[in-house]
């Protein structure tokens, strides 16, 4: 008789469907790891493939995934994109050069993040997560559209310094992109919408939503301190006008009075109005203790110096929003509150997530 039997070792037919399980799996991982597509090795592949949820109390995301479906293998194909180096002219920079999943995908210690050859830009690289929800692109709203977006790093000589058609090229050369792009797209034909598409499956499926702050909102009362707490009221007090929950952001252009004078003609580059001189887009705070320094020019390096930025430093100037006109009136105490707060929209869980990293680590 086979089955189980009440001295607990298995009987002769489980043991061989067991050992035929573990055979089958290995064989899924083998074809996976040579990127073949079998049944389970796809399953497998699915498994690690976000999906893009609407979080509770979320609004609508302005990018629509219906115009390009999220595909285990488009997704893997975008992933691949985002950390290969070989999307520059030389070969050296990857968007993860500048963009680093420790730091939410900002640049982690560099106030204006570096590319090609040493060269430097003149403006911090955000941290990228949420992007699905972002009305425009950019510190100066520059570009309106997730899938277009790259091709300003891609060719920007102080970035990667890119030709797109020369990139095309060298992709269309590497029969492991030939299968990847026929895996996601149906037939190995590689040009830039492809690569576009594949790389916004990535990046907007970058979500952040897990943090202590997002988990108190959810009913779990522990998930913050009381100093914590006291902090998200003293957010909501001072903060939430510009930085509004749940993403931290209204995505308007403001000036926050970091200088008199801009240096930086920030949202009147787009727009070419002189109102608009010195105005940036209201960044997400989330992950923020992540990704220092801070600012559109990573002038801050630390929160403490943010917050008493808001406190005194902001500068006397008609550009100034009225919002901040001389300064926040925050108290001593509410000052740390603040500062314990902030670090509570911290989401390791997105910073560790491995579906995330560098897919060349994992073979
Ligand atoms: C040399 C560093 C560097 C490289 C390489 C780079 N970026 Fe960026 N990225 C930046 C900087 C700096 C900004 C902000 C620029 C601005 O606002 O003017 C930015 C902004 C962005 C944004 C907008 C985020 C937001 O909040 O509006 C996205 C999306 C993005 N990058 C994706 C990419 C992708 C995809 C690649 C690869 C194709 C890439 N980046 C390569 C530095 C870089
Ligand atoms: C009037 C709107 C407004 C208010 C109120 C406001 N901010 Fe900001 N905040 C901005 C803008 C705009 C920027 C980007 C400015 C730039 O880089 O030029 C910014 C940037 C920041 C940054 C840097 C983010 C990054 O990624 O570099 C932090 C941190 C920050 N604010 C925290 C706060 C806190 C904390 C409060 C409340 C004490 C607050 N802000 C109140 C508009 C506002």
Do not use: K
């Not at 999220?70 to 070989?86: M, V």
């Not at 598409?197 to 009362?221: C, H, I, K, V």
């Not at 001389?326 to 603040?338: C, M, Q, T």
Request: proline share 7%.
């Amino acid at each position: 008789m086979h089955g189980s039997r009440p001295d607990g070792r298995r009987g002769a037919g489980q043991v061989s469907l067991l050992a035929a399980l573990v055979l089958l799996a290995i064989a899924a991982l083998a074809l996976d790891a040579r990127g073949g597509i079998g049944l389970l090795g796809e399953q497998l592949a699915l498994l690690r493939t976000p999906s893009f949820t609407v979080p509770d109390g979320w609004p609508q995301p302005v990018y629509d995934f219906r115009d390009n479906p999220i595909t285990a293998a488009g997704f893997a194909l975008g992933r691949e994109l985002f950390y290969d180096p070989r999307l520059s002219r030389d070969g050296s920079i990857a968007c993860a050069s500048c963009h680093q999943q420790f730091a939410a995908f900002a640049h982690y210690d560099h106030p204006v993040s570096h590319g090609i050859g040493n060269r430097n830009g003149s403006r911090n690289a955000p941290g990228l997560y949420n992007l699905a929800w972002l009305p425009q692109l950019m510190w100066d709203g520059s570009a309106h559209n997730l899938e277009v977006q790259p091709l300003g790093p891609i060719a920007n000589p102080v970035e990667m310094d890119a030709r797109l058609p020369d990139l095309l090229d060298r992709l269309r050369a590497d029969p492991h992109y030939r299968q990847r792009f026929e895996a996601a797209f149906g037939t190995p034909d590689i040009d830039s919408q492809r690569m576009l598409r594949a790389l916004a499956q990535f990046t907007g499926t970058l979500l952040s939503a897990d943090s202590r702050y997002d988990r108190y909102l959810r009913g779990d009362t522990d998930a913050l301190a009381a100093t914590e707490q006291a902090g998200l009221a003293a957010f909501r007090r001072h903060c939430s006008a510009c930085h509004a929950e749940p993403l931290f952001s209204d995505f308007s252009y403001r000036d926050n009075g970091l200088d008199a004078l801009p240096r930086d003609a920030g949202r009147a580059t787009v727009t070419a109005r002189d109102d608009d001189r010195g105005r940036f887009r209201v960044p997400s705070l989330r992950n923020i203790g992540l990704s220092p320094p801070y600012m559109h020019d990573g002038r801050f390096d630390t929160l403490a110096q943010v917050v008493d930025h808001y406190r005194s430093g902001v500068a006397a100037s008609e550009r100034v929003d009225p919002v901040l006109r001389g300064g926040l009136p925050i108290s001593d105490a509410e000052r740390s509150a603040l500062l314990a707060f902030l670090n509570t929209l911290d989401d390791p869980a997105f910073t560790h997530d491995v579906r995330f990293a560098d897919p060349a680590r994992r073979r």
